[in-house]
């Protein structure tokens, strides 16, 4: 019996046919690709130590990817994610510090970034679904904004003295031997998976991104959902913020650096649609996943850091290529 036809049954059973099973392991073959190609060429990439510390990077840019893929879904996308990270970095230690930098000063820290992330997921949310302007208009101009904001209050430098605490339970500290971070994105991914799985707003984000107007002859109410959808992507992306401020001990006002053009990357790649109406959390992680093994691989060979960023612009462009293809048919 060939291959091919024990393969067919296999799929009917699943639901699905061998193309889209051959889809849907596309990601991960790339990732063991990925790893083997590092790692012939240095053999730490291979390491168990190395594979730990992907895994503890890959849950920050997860969490960003599943930010981005909140509003991805609906044919929009937040070009201000990355400075959002930066500005609630800066003021949740600066609300951290006024408090007298303690342990119970972080819930002050908490407080402040959640406040700020839903005031500028609100504002993007508001100008894009209750007025009308395109996407990219409006988060680019609240990028430059929160920008300036963060560099202004932080006068440009790094916000120090905060709770050892911080640091010390959520960047170095482990259940089952296992990262905290790595805890945080599983738990953001499980209610994601179940926001969009199993909720209304959940469903009504892909169809407003396949169909705007059909979810409006539905009667689904698009604005709320749309706000909704950019408050919620601020706020994952103030948790990541927490979350890397935790890591360096210090509130940065660069913190973002290119975290939005990874975030969206990682989603893309992982096969979430600018188009809008397809994709998922799941796809977002596998894509971060992918991202942060192409990365680790990159320094850990020491390829420039400006020809990295080039394969990812390379890396993104052909996703959507691919992606468009697959629409087509």
Request: charge should be positive.
């Given at each position: 019996?060939s291959?091919?036809?024990?393969t067919?049954?296999?799929?009917?059973?699943?639901?699905?046919?061998?193309?889209?099973?051959?889809?849907?392991?596309?990601?991960?073959i790339a990732?063991?690709?990925?790893?083997?190609l590092?790692?012939?060429?240095?053999?730490?990439?291979?390491?168990?130590?190395?594979?730990?510390?992907?895994a503890l990077?890959a849950?920050?840019?997860?969490?960003?990817?599943?930010?981005?893929?909140?509003?991805?879904?609906t044919?929009?996308?937040?070009?201000?994610?990355?400075?959002?990270?930066?500005?609630?970095?800066?003021?949740?230690s600066m609300?951290?510090?006024a408090?007298?930098?303690?342990?119970?000063?972080?819930l002050?820290?908490?407080?402040?970034?959640?406040?700020?992330?839903?005031?500028?997921g609100?504002?993007?949310?508001?100008?894009i679904?209750?007025?009308?302007i395109n996407?990219?208009?409006?988060?680019?101009g609240?990028a430059?904004m929160?920008l300036?904001?963060?560099?202004?209050?932080?006068?440009?430098f790094?916000v120090?003295?905060l709770?050892?605490?911080?640091?010390?339970?959520?960047?170095?500290?482990?259940?089952?031997?296992?990262?905290?971070p790595?805890?945080?994105?599983?738990?953001?991914?499980?209610?994601?998976?179940?926001v969009?799985?199993?909720?209304?707003f959940?469903?009504?984000?892909?169809?407003i991104?396949?169909?705007?107007?059909?979810?409006?002859?539905a009667?689904?109410?698009?604005v709320?959902?749309?706000?909704?959808?950019?408050?919620?992507c601020?706020?994952?992306?103030?948790?990541?913020?927490l979350?890397?401020t935790a890591?360096t001990?210090?509130?940065?006002p660069n913190?973002?650096?290119?975290?939005t053009?990874?975030?969206i990357?990682?989603?893309?790649v992982g096969?979430?649609?600018?188009?809008?109406?397809?994709?998922?959390v799941?796809?977002?992680?596998?894509?971060?996943?992918?991202?942060?093994?192409?990365?680790?691989?990159?320094?850990?060979?020491?390829?420039?850091?400006?020809?990295?960023?080039?394969?990812l612009?390379?890396?993104?462009?052909?996703?959507l290529?691919?992606?468009?293809d697959?629409?087509r048919?």
């Amino acid at each position: 019996m060939s291959m091919e036809a024990k393969t067919q049954p296999m799929a009917q059973l699943s639901g699905l046919s061998p193309k889209d099973v051959l889809r849907a392991a596309r990601l991960p073959i790339a990732i063991v690709v990925v790893l083997i190609l590092f790692g012939l060429v240095e053999p730490r990439v291979l390491s168990l130590g190395n594979f730990r510390n992907i895994a503890l990077q890959a849950s920050y840019l997860a969490i960003f990817a599943m930010a981005q893929t909140m509003v991805l879904l609906t044919r929009g996308f937040d070009l201000s994610l990355g400075y959002t990270v930066s500005l609630v970095s800066v003021a949740a230690s600066m609300a951290m510090v006024a408090m007298g930098g303690g342990d119970a000063s972080i819930l002050y820290g908490v407080g402040a970034a959640a406040l700020i992330a839903g005031a500028i997921g609100l504002a993007n949310g508001v100008l894009i679904a209750g007025i009308g302007i395109n996407p990219l208009v409006t988060t680019l101009g609240m990028a430059n904004m929160v920008l300036a904001f963060a560099s202004t209050i932080s006068g440009g430098f790094p916000v120090t003295g905060l709770p050892k605490s911080l640091t010390a339970e959520f960047a170095q500290g482990s259940l089952l031997s296992i990262p905290m971070p790595i805890w945080i994105a599983a738990l953001v991914f499980v209610l994601l998976f179940l926001v969009l799985k199993a909720t209304r707003f959940g469903r009504s984000l892909y169809i407003i991104g396949a169909n705007p107007r059909a979810a409006v002859a539905a009667g689904i109410r698009t604005v709320p959902v749309l706000v909704l959808a950019y408050v919620l992507c601020a706020l994952l992306a103030a948790l990541g913020a927490l979350l890397l401020t935790a890591r360096t001990g210090s509130g940065e006002p660069n913190l973002g650096g290119n975290l939005t053009l990874e975030a969206i990357a990682a989603a893309v790649v992982g096969g979430v649609r600018l188009s809008g109406g397809e994709g998922g959390v799941g796809a977002a992680v596998l894509g971060a996943l992918f991202v942060t093994v192409l990365s680790n691989g990159m320094n850990l060979v020491q390829i420039d850091g400006y020809l990295q960023q080039i394969c990812l612009g390379v890396i993104i462009i052909v996703s959507l290529i691919v992606n468009r293809d697959e629409a087509r048919r």
